[in-house]
Protein backbone atom coordinates (compact mmCIF):
# COMPACT_ATOMS: atom_id res chain seq x y z
CA UNK A 1 0.00 0.00 0.00
CA UNK A 2 1.31 3.05 -0.99
CA UNK A 3 2.20 5.99 1.75
CA UNK A 4 2.25 8.94 -0.77
CA UNK A 5 0.29 11.70 -1.06
CA UNK A 6 -2.58 9.85 -2.13
CA UNK A 7 -3.53 6.40 -2.35
CA UNK A 8 -5.22 4.34 -5.46
CA UNK A 9 -5.85 0.77 -4.22
CA UNK A 10 -7.88 -0.29 -7.26
CA UNK A 11 -4.51 -1.78 -9.20
CA UNK A 12 -3.40 -1.59 -12.91
CA UNK A 13 -7.07 -2.32 -14.66
CA UNK A 14 -8.40 1.49 -13.46
CA UNK A 15 -11.39 2.24 -11.43
CA UNK A 16 -14.28 0.49 -10.97
CA UNK A 17 -17.81 3.08 -10.14
CA UNK A 18 -19.59 2.08 -6.91
CA UNK A 19 -22.64 3.34 -6.74
CA UNK A 20 -24.99 4.26 -4.08
CA UNK A 21 -26.19 0.69 -2.74
CA UNK A 22 -23.07 -0.39 -2.83
CA UNK A 23 -21.09 1.80 -0.92
CA UNK A 24 -24.13 1.24 1.62
CA UNK A 25 -23.50 -2.34 1.90
CA UNK A 26 -19.59 -0.71 2.45
CA UNK A 27 -20.07 1.34 5.35
CA UNK A 28 -22.66 -1.34 7.02
CA UNK A 29 -20.18 -1.96 9.78
CA UNK A 30 -19.90 2.16 10.35
CA UNK A 31 -23.90 2.50 10.89
CA UNK A 32 -24.43 -0.32 12.72
CA UNK A 33 -22.00 0.31 15.32
CA UNK A 34 -24.40 2.79 18.00
CA UNK A 35 -21.72 3.38 20.10
CA UNK A 36 -19.01 6.58 19.46
CA UNK A 37 -16.13 4.71 17.20
CA UNK A 38 -13.76 6.15 15.05
CA UNK A 39 -13.43 5.14 11.42
CA UNK A 40 -10.71 5.02 8.04
CA UNK A 41 -11.60 5.49 4.70
CA UNK A 42 -8.76 5.04 2.29
CA UNK A 43 -9.33 6.28 -1.17
CA UNK A 44 -12.02 8.75 -1.63
CA UNK A 45 -13.01 11.93 -3.67
CA UNK A 46 -15.30 14.39 -3.28
CA UNK A 47 -17.66 12.83 -5.58
CA UNK A 48 -17.26 9.38 -3.84
CA UNK A 49 -20.63 7.33 -3.06
CA UNK A 50 -18.82 5.70 -0.08
CA UNK A 51 -17.89 8.96 1.32
CA UNK A 52 -21.63 10.55 1.06
CA UNK A 53 -22.64 7.45 2.55
CA UNK A 54 -19.76 7.28 5.39
CA UNK A 55 -20.67 10.74 6.35
CA UNK A 56 -24.77 9.60 6.31
CA UNK A 57 -23.47 6.93 8.68
CA UNK A 58 -22.52 9.05 11.15
CA UNK A 59 -23.25 9.63 14.72
CA UNK A 60 -22.63 12.59 17.17
CA UNK A 61 -19.80 10.87 18.88
CA UNK A 62 -18.00 9.71 15.97
CA UNK A 63 -14.62 10.48 14.05
CA UNK A 64 -13.90 9.73 10.27
CA UNK A 65 -10.51 10.10 8.65
CA UNK A 66 -10.55 9.84 5.14
CA UNK A 67 -7.52 9.62 2.78
CA UNK A 68 -8.19 11.32 -0.75
CA UNK A 69 -7.73 9.17 -4.11
CA UNK A 70 -5.12 9.55 -7.02
CA UNK A 71 -4.36 12.21 -8.19
CA UNK A 72 -7.52 14.08 -6.49
CA UNK A 73 -5.17 15.28 -3.53
CA UNK A 74 -6.31 16.64 -0.04
CA UNK A 75 -7.02 19.93 -0.67
CA UNK A 76 -10.17 19.21 -2.66
CA UNK A 77 -11.35 16.99 -0.27
CA UNK A 78 -10.70 19.37 2.51
CA UNK A 79 -12.87 21.70 0.84
CA UNK A 80 -15.27 19.46 -0.23
CA UNK A 81 -16.06 18.32 3.46
CA UNK A 82 -15.95 21.67 5.12
CA UNK A 83 -18.87 22.28 2.26
CA UNK A 84 -21.03 20.19 4.06
CA UNK A 85 -21.01 22.41 6.56
CA UNK A 86 -19.93 22.32 10.62
CA UNK A 87 -21.38 18.91 11.73
CA UNK A 88 -19.48 17.35 9.17
CA UNK A 89 -16.44 19.15 9.42
CA UNK A 90 -16.33 18.96 12.57
CA UNK A 91 -16.13 14.94 12.21
CA UNK A 92 -14.91 14.40 9.66
CA UNK A 93 -10.81 14.56 9.01
CA UNK A 94 -9.03 14.59 5.44
CA UNK A 95 -5.13 13.75 6.45
CA UNK A 96 -2.51 13.74 3.19
CA UNK A 97 -1.16 10.10 3.00
CA UNK A 98 -1.94 6.89 5.05
CA UNK A 99 0.77 6.77 7.02
CA UNK A 100 -0.98 9.62 8.99
CA UNK A 101 -3.94 8.00 9.99
CA UNK A 102 -4.66 5.86 13.01
CA UNK A 103 -5.86 2.70 14.16
CA UNK A 104 -9.76 2.08 13.63
CA UNK A 105 -12.59 0.51 14.79
CA UNK A 106 -14.11 -0.02 10.96
CA UNK A 107 -11.74 0.32 7.82
CA UNK A 108 -13.13 1.19 4.15
CA UNK A 109 -11.46 0.88 0.89
CA UNK A 110 -13.32 3.20 -0.77
CA UNK A 111 -12.59 1.67 -4.19
CA UNK A 112 -12.48 -1.66 -5.61
CA UNK A 113 -10.13 -4.32 -6.28
CA UNK A 114 -9.59 -4.77 -9.34
CA UNK A 115 -5.35 -5.47 -9.28
CA UNK A 116 -3.63 -8.94 -9.36
CA UNK A 117 -4.08 -11.01 -6.57
CA UNK A 118 -0.57 -10.37 -5.49
CA UNK A 119 -1.37 -6.30 -5.28
CA UNK A 120 -4.70 -6.96 -3.52
CA UNK A 121 -2.80 -9.10 -0.69
CA UNK A 122 -0.37 -6.45 -0.22
CA UNK A 123 -3.18 -3.56 -0.78
CA UNK A 124 -5.02 -6.09 1.74
CA UNK A 125 -1.84 -6.01 4.27
CA UNK A 126 -1.45 -2.58 4.13
CA UNK A 127 -4.65 -1.78 5.39
CA UNK A 128 -5.17 -4.44 7.81
CA UNK A 129 -2.06 -2.38 9.79
CA UNK A 130 -4.50 0.10 10.76
CA UNK A 131 -7.30 -1.72 12.39
CA UNK A 132 -8.20 -1.81 16.15
CA UNK A 133 -8.47 -5.23 18.26
CA UNK A 134 -11.63 -6.73 16.72
CA UNK A 135 -11.80 -3.92 13.89
CA UNK A 136 -13.58 -5.02 10.52
CA UNK A 137 -12.23 -4.06 6.79
CA UNK A 138 -14.59 -3.68 4.48
CA UNK A 139 -13.29 -4.23 0.82
CA UNK A 140 -15.18 -5.09 -2.62
CA UNK A 141 -14.00 -6.12 -6.11
CA UNK A 142 -15.91 -6.97 -9.35
CA UNK A 143 -18.37 -9.82 -8.85
CA UNK A 144 -16.85 -12.40 -11.73
CA UNK A 145 -18.70 -15.75 -12.52
CA UNK A 146 -17.37 -19.30 -12.70
CA UNK A 147 -13.80 -19.31 -12.24
CA UNK A 148 -12.00 -16.44 -10.60
CA UNK A 149 -8.85 -14.95 -10.83
CA UNK A 150 -6.40 -11.88 -9.43
CA UNK A 151 -8.42 -9.62 -6.78
CA UNK A 152 -11.60 -11.52 -6.72
CA UNK A 153 -9.46 -15.18 -6.11
CA UNK A 154 -7.23 -13.30 -3.22
CA UNK A 155 -10.10 -12.04 -1.93
CA UNK A 156 -12.36 -15.28 -1.76
CA UNK A 157 -9.23 -16.46 -0.11
CA UNK A 158 -9.28 -14.13 2.54
CA UNK A 159 -12.66 -14.40 3.30
CA UNK A 160 -12.07 -18.45 3.66
CA UNK A 161 -9.62 -17.10 6.41
CA UNK A 162 -11.52 -14.03 7.47
CA UNK A 163 -13.97 -13.40 6.76
CA UNK A 164 -16.94 -12.41 8.45
CA UNK A 165 -19.65 -11.60 5.94
CA UNK A 166 -20.22 -11.47 2.63
CA UNK A 167 -22.56 -9.69 -0.10
CA UNK A 168 -23.38 -9.41 -3.73
CA UNK A 169 -24.47 -6.07 -5.02
CA UNK A 170 -26.04 -6.73 -8.48
CA UNK A 171 -27.47 -3.28 -8.05
CA UNK A 172 -24.40 -1.72 -9.48
CA UNK A 173 -22.64 -1.49 -12.90
CA UNK A 174 -20.77 -3.76 -12.74
CA UNK A 175 -21.93 -6.09 -10.15
CA UNK A 176 -19.46 -6.03 -7.26
CA UNK A 177 -19.40 -8.35 -4.40
CA UNK A 178 -18.40 -6.78 -0.83
CA UNK A 179 -16.13 -8.37 1.56
CA UNK A 180 -15.92 -8.01 5.62
CA UNK A 181 -13.03 -9.39 7.03
CA UNK A 182 -11.80 -9.37 10.57
CA UNK A 183 -8.38 -10.23 11.28
CA UNK A 184 -7.82 -10.60 15.34
CA UNK A 185 -11.05 -11.89 17.70
CA UNK A 186 -14.30 -9.66 18.46
CA UNK A 187 -15.95 -10.01 22.00
CA UNK A 188 -19.23 -11.85 21.81
CA UNK A 189 -20.25 -8.36 24.30
CA UNK A 190 -19.56 -6.41 21.49
CA UNK A 191 -22.60 -7.43 19.74
CA UNK A 192 -24.40 -5.89 22.01
CA UNK A 193 -23.96 -2.67 20.96
CA UNK A 194 -25.10 -3.28 17.27
CA UNK A 195 -27.77 -2.49 15.18
CA UNK A 196 -29.20 -4.94 12.29
CA UNK A 197 -26.90 -4.69 9.19
CA UNK A 198 -28.18 -3.85 5.64
CA UNK A 199 -29.01 -6.69 3.54
CA UNK A 200 -28.87 -6.01 -0.42
CA UNK A 201 -30.38 -9.60 -0.16
CA UNK A 202 -33.53 -7.89 0.67
CA UNK A 203 -34.51 -5.84 -2.21
CA UNK A 204 -36.80 -3.08 -1.45
CA UNK A 205 -40.38 -3.10 -2.58
CA UNK A 206 -41.63 -0.01 -0.18
CA UNK A 207 -40.33 1.43 3.13
CA UNK A 208 -41.51 -1.41 5.36
CA UNK A 209 -41.82 -4.41 2.69
CA UNK A 210 -38.75 -5.84 1.34
CA UNK A 211 -38.13 -9.16 -0.67
CA UNK A 212 -35.64 -11.71 -0.07
CA UNK A 213 -33.35 -12.17 -3.26
CA UNK A 214 -34.30 -15.77 -3.06
CA UNK A 215 -37.93 -14.67 -3.98
CA UNK A 216 -36.88 -12.50 -6.73
CA UNK A 217 -34.81 -15.46 -8.12
CA UNK A 218 -37.80 -17.90 -7.94
CA UNK A 219 -40.33 -15.29 -9.19
CA UNK A 220 -38.28 -15.04 -11.98
CA UNK A 221 -37.64 -18.78 -13.00
CA UNK A 222 -41.70 -18.44 -13.19
CA UNK A 223 -41.89 -15.68 -15.37
CA UNK A 224 -39.45 -17.51 -17.37
CA UNK A 225 -40.80 -21.00 -17.83
CA UNK A 226 -44.21 -18.79 -18.55
CA UNK A 227 -42.49 -17.15 -21.43
CA UNK A 228 -41.08 -20.38 -22.72
CA UNK A 229 -44.71 -22.01 -22.44
CA UNK A 230 -45.73 -18.75 -24.49
CA UNK A 231 -43.40 -19.53 -27.55
CA UNK A 232 -43.56 -23.12 -27.55
CA UNK A 233 -47.36 -23.76 -27.16
CA UNK A 234 -48.65 -19.70 -28.55
CA UNK A 235 -52.39 -21.70 -28.25
CA UNK A 236 -52.34 -22.89 -25.28
CA UNK A 237 -53.29 -20.95 -21.63
CA UNK A 238 -50.78 -22.93 -19.80
CA UNK A 239 -48.17 -20.17 -19.50
CA UNK A 240 -50.66 -18.81 -17.52
CA UNK A 241 -49.72 -20.98 -14.57
CA UNK A 242 -46.65 -20.16 -13.84
CA UNK A 243 -47.44 -16.24 -15.10
CA UNK A 244 -49.66 -16.52 -12.33
CA UNK A 245 -47.31 -18.84 -9.79
CA UNK A 246 -44.57 -15.82 -9.63
CA UNK A 247 -46.57 -13.20 -7.01
CA UNK A 248 -47.66 -16.00 -4.70
CA UNK A 249 -43.32 -17.48 -4.83
CA UNK A 250 -42.28 -14.27 -4.36
CA UNK A 251 -44.75 -13.49 -2.08
CA UNK A 252 -43.30 -16.75 0.30
CA UNK A 253 -39.55 -15.15 0.73
CA UNK A 254 -41.12 -11.19 1.92
CA UNK A 255 -38.82 -9.58 4.33
CA UNK A 256 -40.68 -7.15 6.39
CA UNK A 257 -39.13 -4.68 8.36
CA UNK A 258 -39.38 -5.00 12.25
CA UNK A 259 -38.57 -2.77 15.44
CA UNK A 260 -36.67 -4.94 17.08
CA UNK A 261 -36.86 -4.11 21.62
CA UNK A 262 -34.37 -2.50 22.64
CA UNK A 263 -34.45 -3.81 26.39
CA UNK A 264 -31.03 -5.39 27.00
CA UNK A 265 -32.99 -8.71 28.65
CA UNK A 266 -35.42 -9.36 25.86
CA UNK A 267 -35.09 -12.69 23.44
CA UNK A 268 -37.30 -12.06 20.57
CA UNK A 269 -38.75 -14.70 18.63
CA UNK A 270 -36.34 -16.24 15.36
CA UNK A 271 -39.06 -16.46 13.39
CA UNK A 272 -42.95 -15.82 12.56
CA UNK A 273 -45.13 -18.28 13.34
CA UNK A 274 -47.07 -20.32 15.71
CA UNK A 275 -45.21 -21.48 19.42
CA UNK A 276 -45.35 -25.40 19.05
CA UNK A 277 -43.56 -26.09 22.36
CA UNK A 278 -41.83 -24.21 25.39
CA UNK A 279 -39.68 -26.99 27.55
CA UNK A 280 -36.53 -28.19 29.10
CA UNK A 281 -34.57 -30.42 27.86
CA UNK A 282 -31.09 -31.92 27.76
CA UNK A 283 -28.73 -31.79 24.88
CA UNK A 284 -24.77 -32.73 25.32
CA UNK A 285 -24.31 -30.95 21.65
CA UNK A 286 -24.64 -27.76 22.98
CA UNK A 287 -22.70 -28.12 26.44
CA UNK A 288 -23.74 -29.80 30.28
CA UNK A 289 -26.66 -28.21 31.61
CA UNK A 290 -30.30 -27.52 31.39
CA UNK A 291 -31.62 -25.99 27.98
CA UNK A 292 -35.40 -24.13 27.67
CA UNK A 293 -35.98 -24.50 24.38
CA UNK A 294 -38.61 -22.84 22.75
CA UNK A 295 -39.80 -24.16 19.08
CA UNK A 296 -41.75 -22.16 16.63
CA UNK A 297 -43.75 -23.67 13.40
CA UNK A 298 -43.58 -21.66 10.12
CA UNK A 299 -47.05 -22.17 8.18
CA UNK A 300 -46.55 -21.57 4.58
CA UNK A 301 -48.55 -18.18 4.86
CA UNK A 302 -45.77 -17.31 7.69
CA UNK A 303 -42.47 -15.13 6.23
CA UNK A 304 -39.91 -17.37 6.12
CA UNK A 305 -37.07 -14.95 7.26
CA UNK A 306 -35.18 -16.08 10.12
CA UNK A 307 -33.29 -13.50 12.59
CA UNK A 308 -31.20 -13.50 15.49
CA UNK A 309 -32.84 -13.73 18.71
CA UNK A 310 -30.36 -12.02 21.17
CA UNK A 311 -27.15 -10.55 20.28
CA UNK A 312 -23.87 -12.32 20.10
CA UNK A 313 -21.14 -13.90 17.83
CA UNK A 314 -20.83 -17.04 15.72
CA UNK A 315 -19.08 -19.43 17.17
CA UNK A 316 -20.28 -22.43 15.14
CA UNK A 317 -22.44 -23.85 12.53
CA UNK A 318 -23.77 -27.39 11.69
CA UNK A 319 -26.00 -29.37 9.96
CA UNK A 320 -27.23 -32.71 11.32
CA UNK A 321 -28.96 -35.04 9.11
CA UNK A 322 -32.10 -36.61 9.26
CA UNK A 323 -35.60 -36.80 7.62
CA UNK A 324 -38.07 -33.95 6.22
CA UNK A 325 -41.62 -35.38 7.99
CA UNK A 326 -44.17 -32.82 9.13
CA UNK A 327 -42.72 -30.11 11.24
CA UNK A 328 -45.30 -30.01 13.44
CA UNK A 329 -45.27 -33.78 14.80
CA UNK A 330 -43.02 -34.74 17.32
CA UNK A 331 -41.19 -37.22 15.06
CA UNK A 332 -39.40 -33.46 13.33
CA UNK A 333 -37.27 -33.83 16.18
CA UNK A 334 -35.29 -36.03 13.93
CA UNK A 335 -35.87 -33.79 10.30
CA UNK A 336 -32.65 -32.54 9.09
CA UNK A 337 -31.88 -29.13 10.69
CA UNK A 338 -28.96 -26.42 10.84
CA UNK A 339 -27.90 -25.11 13.85
CA UNK A 340 -26.66 -21.79 14.74
CA UNK A 341 -24.41 -21.91 17.88
CA UNK A 342 -23.77 -18.32 19.35
CA UNK A 343 -21.08 -16.84 21.77
CA UNK A 344 -22.96 -14.08 24.14
CA UNK A 345 -22.95 -12.24 27.17
CA UNK A 346 -25.22 -14.20 28.92
CA UNK A 347 -24.13 -17.68 27.72
CA UNK A 348 -24.90 -19.90 24.89
CA UNK A 349 -27.38 -19.56 22.29
CA UNK A 350 -28.44 -22.11 19.88
CA UNK A 351 -30.81 -21.46 16.52
CA UNK A 352 -31.93 -24.57 15.01
CA UNK A 353 -33.08 -24.22 11.87
CA UNK A 354 -35.41 -27.09 10.94
CA UNK A 355 -36.51 -28.95 7.39
CA UNK A 356 -40.43 -30.16 7.23
CA UNK A 357 -42.78 -32.27 4.95
CA UNK A 358 -42.48 -29.61 2.16
CA UNK A 359 -39.23 -27.26 3.15
CA UNK A 360 -36.16 -29.01 1.94
CA UNK A 361 -33.71 -25.83 1.76
CA UNK A 362 -31.69 -24.05 4.70
CA UNK A 363 -30.33 -20.25 3.76
CA UNK A 364 -27.70 -19.54 6.57
CA UNK A 365 -25.79 -16.44 5.80
CA UNK A 366 -23.56 -15.98 9.39
CA UNK A 367 -20.31 -17.41 9.15
CA UNK A 368 -18.64 -18.18 11.73
CA UNK A 369 -16.73 -15.30 13.61
CA UNK A 370 -19.87 -12.99 12.60
CA UNK A 371 -21.60 -10.54 15.00
CA UNK A 372 -24.91 -10.73 14.82
CA UNK A 373 -27.30 -7.66 16.16
CA UNK A 374 -30.53 -9.18 17.99
CA UNK A 375 -33.28 -9.02 15.55
CA UNK A 376 -30.71 -9.39 12.77
CA UNK A 377 -31.26 -11.31 9.19
CA UNK A 378 -29.42 -14.18 9.07
CA UNK A 379 -30.84 -16.87 7.08
CA UNK A 380 -34.34 -18.38 5.73
CA UNK A 381 -36.38 -21.63 4.93
CA UNK A 382 -37.91 -22.01 2.10
CA UNK A 383 -41.14 -22.71 2.70
CA UNK A 384 -42.36 -23.12 5.92
CA UNK A 385 -40.99 -25.95 8.66
CA UNK A 386 -39.49 -24.65 12.10
CA UNK A 387 -36.98 -22.68 14.24
CA UNK A 388 -36.25 -23.92 17.72
CA UNK A 389 -34.53 -21.24 19.79
CA UNK A 390 -32.15 -22.79 22.74
CA UNK A 391 -31.43 -20.68 25.70
CA UNK A 392 -29.61 -21.56 29.32
CA UNK A 393 -32.61 -22.96 31.46
CA UNK A 394 -30.74 -21.44 34.47
CA UNK A 395 -30.23 -17.48 32.99
CA UNK A 396 -33.78 -17.26 31.42
CA UNK A 397 -37.25 -17.07 31.64
CA UNK A 398 -40.17 -17.79 29.11
CA UNK A 399 -42.82 -15.37 28.14
CA UNK A 400 -44.42 -17.46 25.55
CA UNK A 401 -46.22 -20.83 25.83
CA UNK A 402 -48.36 -23.11 23.04
CA UNK A 403 -50.51 -21.68 20.96
CA UNK A 404 -49.11 -18.17 20.78
CA UNK A 405 -48.31 -16.32 17.51
CA UNK A 406 -44.92 -14.59 17.64
CA UNK A 407 -43.94 -12.17 15.05
CA UNK A 408 -39.92 -12.52 14.45
CA UNK A 409 -37.56 -9.91 15.85
CA UNK A 410 -40.20 -8.07 17.50
CA UNK A 411 -42.50 -10.52 19.67
CA UNK A 412 -40.21 -11.54 23.42
CA UNK A 413 -40.44 -15.01 23.71
CA UNK A 414 -38.46 -14.68 27.17
CA UNK A 415 -36.00 -12.52 29.15
CA UNK A 416 -32.68 -12.90 30.72
CA UNK A 417 -33.00 -12.98 34.64
Known amino acids: MTQ?????ITGRSGPVRIGERAARTLVTELARINDPKAALLVGASPDSAVLAAAIEALLPG???????????GATALREHVTAQGRWVADRVSVVDSLAEAEPAEVVIAGEAFVGTAEETRGGIEGLAKYLSDGAVLSVATVATP?????????????DALNGVGTDLVVRNSPPVRVYRLRFTPASPASADRLAPAHRPSSVPLTRGMHIDSNGVAAAGIALGLAALARVARPSSKLWLLPALAAGPVAAFFRDP????????????????GKV?????????????????????????LDVHVNRAPVAGKVVDYFVADGGFVNAMKPDAEHNVAAYTVLDTARGTVVVAQRTGLIARRIVQRAPI??????????GLIRFGSRTDVYLPAEAADPLVGPGDKVVGGSTVIARWR
Open 4 to 8: SPAVR
Open 62 to 72: DRLTVVPVEPV
Open 146 to 158: GRTTGAAAELARQ
Open 369 to 378: GALLARGERF
Open 276 to 300: LSVQRLHDERFGDGEWLRVAVFLSV
Open 257 to 272: ERDVPEDPSAVVASAD
